[in-house]
């Protein structure tokens, strides 16, 4: 691994002086002459799936080998490239295990996981007016309390906490309700939340916070509203001491995610909704890391008055399309 991107970068950088990046039709190499590598190869590989293949399988794959295959003859890759991608590939499986997912942050750098999630909604959207989903990510966690609407995410708060000041400074209350798409509220509906600590950690990356900090499930009541008290969020880099941080400096790329609140909508005969709320007034609002961030999901947080609980509010109406 130590030695793929340098070796990577230094074979780009002497291509793209004579390879045209785009355009280039099979067997014709950059210097648009006939090109050596024989042009049935790709076929030959498509070709060998058998009757008996998993369907989409059988769909899919063609298309991957020939982008593949495309890919490797057009940067004319190297034995020694494609063996440290190979390891490079390895070091994310062995960093990964069921508290990190060192893969899945490869394909968050690359805007994988966005683009997969934005074909995946658009395919099963019955609506525009829903509101846009946006990734997981990798810190989610499926058993958060369930909370009384109108108590507070955040726990441990004490001026002992190295974050208290900032905690006071961003307390925040959300409010909104839960529609369906016709614009009827929805009673009953869970509004699963969580964001990180003013230290920009969810708290099972900070031995320091309390178990499940910063996280709850709320249920809206008759007229489909929710609310709770949170913190407005930070931004944060995720985490960069890995092969996918290595692979983002060696792009001259920053780790950042702007400041964002993560939610999971769901209610009985409605799509369950993952999405994320971010801050307009934070500095990567534009510059996202892992290219998640969509207009419709950048809001305002206004000032609160006359509540010693927040200093900060936002109203937020989710729209959930229906099954
Ligand atoms: C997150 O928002 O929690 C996240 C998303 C992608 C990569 C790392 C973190
Ligand atoms: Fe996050």
């Known amino acids: 691994m130590g030695q793929m991107i340098p070796d990577l970068a230094a074979t780009s950088r002497a291509s793209t002086t004579k390879i ?5 039709p099979n067997g014709i190499n950059t210097a648009g002459k006939k090109c050596q590598h024989d042009p049935t190869f790709t076929q030959k590989v498509i070709a060998a799936t058998g009757p008996n293949a998993n369907p989409r399988l059988a769909q899919i794959f063609p298309s991957l080998v020939r982008h593949l295959h495309d890919f490797a003859r057009e940067v004319n890759l190297t034995v020694g490239e494609w063996s440290a991608a190979v390891d490079f590939l390895n070091d994310c499986g062995k960093m990964s295990s069921d508290r990190r997912n060192e893969t899945q942050l ?3 750098i690359l805007g994988l996981e966005s683009l997969v999630d934005e074909i ?4 099963l959207a019955t609506s525009t007016t829903q509101t846009p989903s946006a990734i997981l990510g990798p810190f989610y966690r499926s058993d958060a309390p369930f909370l009384p609407n109108g108590t507070s995410i955040v726990q441990g708060l004490s001026p002992s906490v190295s974050w208290y000041e900032k905690a006071l400074e961003d307390s925040a209350f959300l409010s909104g309700k839960v529609l369906s798409t016709d614009g009827k509220p929805i009673e009953n509906a869970v509004v699963d939340v969580w964001h990180t600590a003013p230290n920009g950690l969810y708290e099972q990356q900070d031995s320091d916070q309390p178990e499940m900090n910063f996280r709850g499930r709320f249920r809206t009541d008759q007229q489909g509203r929710y609310a709770l008290y ?7 880099p995720i985490p960069d001491d890995g092969p996918a941080g290595r692979l983002l400096g060696l792009l001259d790329r920053h780790p950042n995610r702007p400041g964002h609140i993560h939610f999971i909508v ?12 971010y801050d307009s007034r934070d500095r990567w ?3 996202d890391a892992v290219f998640a961030v969509k207009d419709e999901l950048v809001v305002r947080f206004e000032p609160r008055e006359g509540d010693p609980g927040a200093r900060w509010e ?10």
């Open 230 to 236: 949170a913190l407005r969020p930070v931004p944060y």
């Open 266 to 277: 769901s209610a009985e005969g409605h799509r369950t909704l993952t999405t994320q709320l």
């Open 106 to 108: 490869l394909c968050d």
């Open 120 to 123: 995946t909604s658009k395919q």
């Open 285 to 287: 609002v534009d510059d």
């Open 20 to 24: 045209k990046p785009n355009g280039i």
């Open 314 to 323: 936002l109203g937020y109406d989710f729209i959930l399309g229906r099954c």
